[in-house]
Nanobody, 121 residues
């Protein structure tokens, strides 16, 4: 199986920064796209940022210029550097990854359990 574990969430004041990490482990042959999504109370889950295996990125308009997604392929880990955080960024942040498992030609999508980010004074 494949597991994704997020870390780095917490409580931060407006204007502050946090760095989220998402570590993938298990029977991984290769990881294609990795992404960060978020879900605020009463709202649908939305894309925050995605990064391909070769480093191409795309961002939600609401976070462009403030958030940066990156990855370390050797560590099967993705990161989300969040600067200039605002109360509207408060949400549970989820990581996902498109993974080809060892011994399989299928591409499956896996999700982490989520990490809470709260922006408040």
């Amino acid at each position: 199986q494949v597991q994704l574990v997020e870390s780095g969430g917490g409580l931060v004041q407006p204007g502050g920064s946090l760095r989220l990490s998402c570590a993938a482990s298990g029977s991984i042959f290769s990881i294609y796209d990795m992404g960060w999504y978020r879900q605020a109370p009463g709202k649908q889950r939305e894309l925050v940022a995605r990064i391909s295996s070769v480093g191409s990125t795309n961002y939600a308009n609401s976070v462009k210029g403030r958030f940066t997604i990156s990855r370390d392929n050797a560590k099967n880990t993705a990161y989300l550097q969040m600067n200039g955080l605002q109360p509207e960024d408060t949400a549970v942040y989820y990581c996902n990854a498109q993974v080809r498992r060892i011994g399989s030609n299928a591409l499956n999508v896996y999700w982490g359990q989520g990490t809470q980010v709260t922006v408040s004074s």
